[in-house]
């Protein structure tokens, strides 16, 4: 069983940083995708990073292209969202999971998931 522990959120300004933690218990295997989504109420959970160990890959929405970066520390089984140059409309749940999707932007594809946390940038 793979549990996922998200820590790190908070309420911040405008330009503002910070970095969320996923905490990743039990096995999985280095095929599997680690992802972050984010969820604001009415509408649908959203891929923001996703990273792949075996081929190593990173991936971005968009929308946080050169603002965010997605790490893991295989060491303390941990993955990172560093978040930069935060804006209003990245206020959202954030959500760890992993999985095998046939896209890494698909959440349909996963089937760990955290329990999520709160990110607010507002001034």
């Known amino acids: 069983q793979v549990t996922l522990v998200e820590s790190g959120g908070g309420s911040v300004q405008p330009g503002e940083s910070l970095r969320l933690s996923c905490l990743i218990s039990?096995?999985?295997?280095?095929?599997?995708?680690m992802t972050w989504f984010r969820q604001v109420p009415g509408k649908e959970r959203e891929a923001v990073a996703g990273?792949?160990?075996?081929?190593?890959?990173?991936k971005y929405d968009d929308s946080v292209k050169g603002r965010f970066t997605i790490s893991y520390d295989n060491r303390e089984n941990t993955l990172y969202l560093q978040m930069d140059s935060l804006k209003p409309e990245d206020t959202a749940m954030y959500y760890c999971?992993?999985?095998?999707?046939?896209?890494?932007?698909?959440?349909?594809?996963?089937?760990?998931w955290g329990q999520g946390i709160q990110v607010t940038v507002s001034s």
């Open positions: 039990g096995k999985i295997t280095s095929r599997y995708w």
């Open positions: 990273f792949s160990r075996v081929p190593l890959r990173e």
């Open positions: 999971t992993t999985g095998v999707p046939a896209a890494w932007w698909d959440y349909r594809g996963y089937r760990n």
